[in-house]
């Protein structure tokens, strides 16, 4: 089941009788009713809507004829006050029942003061009693539990206010649980996106699981190369891997690094896979006890001893691919590492390299030269590219040079954190947001689902 929509039908398992869900104009709040009212399942459901007739809103949300023998809907535009309260009331004494009332604080605006107030009290009356009827109520403005909640809300037994903004052209939603009576909120916020008329929610991301692989890649099943591929989602969207190209992948500090790495690593091994070489600076995060464990389930034995070289500080590592350098200088440093790009480039077939930087490791190693880290950071992707490299940077929004990688970048590629969940798009050129999640079940290699 859905994890938003999960966490509101335990709510009424434990008890809950009354749910508000609050929100501004589009967040999704209709949709939301009727996709729980479905997953409750009860024996009747009472539609009282105040702006869709009962044709557009079969319309609308198509999937509701699935359960619409059960369904009744009333349209309050056709009615009155004294009319709506007995539809309350009758949906609340209906056995195994469920009333969704959408919205009422429209409700209460097209009516007289003292009917609103009526209707309000009934309401709350029926928030407050012991009736087995399970309630719905959706509304634009709630306020949460700043002084001037109304009675309503203090009434309700539970509360999940929807959200909506958009930042870079891209639409973000996530639902809010304000109050749960009866139930522990070990997760109070779920981004979701809106399709096909219906709500998605995201789970948080979860780490994968390293563990050094059972045998080489040689001996797994034919399919086990693809373990080193990229998906065809994650080339359609973000073809990266262009002979020549720059590209920044930027990540917040807060998001996992595996999410970053699960999207770096599979086509890092499909390049060296096919025949071409690599070479990757990892962050200090990722060490050699780690990278000893993930590499070898991606890459061919040939591939780890002839054209894949990764640098670490630890020495006492037999690994083939692995190599060590003291770092000395900015200048000498890349001129060792031009050195070792050099070597790999005469073994590609691709003819130039893949090239996997950590900004912020590169800037660690001499945090009071950034000046000279700079200049020769820029001269070596520059030679690189020249020779058909494929420079691909690492950073985190916070490292000190990510303005001039962004400046001279082909591709740039930004992972943000979104209460628990992970999303990655590209900024240059611009794409749609992807949710990122992790297969536990493969080492490192992620799942891309479509944001809105």
């Known amino acids: 089941m859905d994890p938003l929509l999960g966490r509101l039908v335990t709510f009424y398992k434990r008890g809950g009788k009354t749910l508000l869900v609050g929100g501004r104009p589009g967040t999704g709040k209709t949709t939301l009713a009727l996709q729980l009212s479905q997953a409750l399942n009860p024996k009747t459901v009472t539609v009282i809507s105040t702006r869709i007739s009962e044709e557009l809103l079969l319309k609308q949300y198509p999937w509701i004829k699935e359960y619409a023998p059960r369904i009744r809907i009333f349209d309050f535009r056709l009615s009155s006050a004294e009319v709506l309260v007995e539809k309350f009331i009758e949906g609340a004494r209906a056995e195994d029942g469920l009333l969704v009332v959408d919205s009422l604080d429209t409700m209460l605006r097209v009516i007289a003061d003292s009917e609103a107030r009526k209707v309000e009290n009934t309401l709350t009356a029926i928030a407050a009693s012991q009736s087995d009827t399970k309630t719905i109520l959706t509304s634009e403005l709630i306020a949460g539990f700043e002084a001037s909640s109304t009675p309503l809300e203090f009434a309700v037994d539970g509360i999940v206010e929807l959200e909506m903004h958009v930042r870079d052209g891209r639409i973000f939603r996530k639902a809010l649980l304000r109050k749960l009576r009866g139930s522990v909120i070990d ?266």
Request: hydrophobic share 40%; with cysteine; net charge neutral.
């Open 187 to 452: 997760r109070a916020e779920f981004p979701f996106t809106l399709s096909g008329a219906k709500i998605r929610s995201f789970d948080a991301y979860r780490e994968p699981r390293l563990k050094p692989p059972a045998e080489s890649i040689e001996k797994k099943s034919s399919s086990a190369l693809g373990r080193g591929r990229s998906k065809a989602s994650m080339d359609k969207a973000f073809d990266f891997f262009e002979k020549g190209s720059i590209c920044l992948i930027e990540f917040e500090p807060i998001v996992p690094l595996t999410a970053v790495m699960s999207f770096i690593l599979p086509v890092l091994s499909r390049f060296v896979n096919e025949g071409g070489s690599a070479y990757l600076l990892p962050p200090q995060q990722l060490g050699p006890a780690e990278l000893s464990q993930i590499i070898p389930e991606l890459v061919t034995t040939e591939g780890l001893a002839e054209r894949l070289r990764v640098w670490v500080d630890v020495p006492g590592f037999s690994e083939p691919y692995f190599w060590t350098f003291t770092p000395q200088s900015p200048e000498s440093d890349f001129s060792n590492a031009d050195r070792v790009r050099s070597e790999l480039r005469e073994r590609s077939a691709a003819g130039g390299v893949f090239v996997v930087r950590s900004l912020d490791r590169v800037e660690g190693m001499f945090p009071n030269r950034l000046g000279e880290v700079k200049g020769e950071l820029l001269r070596s992707i520059g030679a690189g590219t020249a020779m058909g490299d494929v420079n691909v940077i690492i950073s985190s929004s916070t490292a000190g040079l990510l303005g001039s990688i962004s400046a001279m970048s082909s591709r740039h590629i930004k992972f943000e954190a979104q209460s628990g969940s992970v999303v990655v798009y590209s900024v240059k050129p611009w794409t749609r947001s992807y949710l990122v999640r992790s297969a536990s079940s493969v080492t490192l290699f992620p799942h891309l689902f479509v944001i809105e």
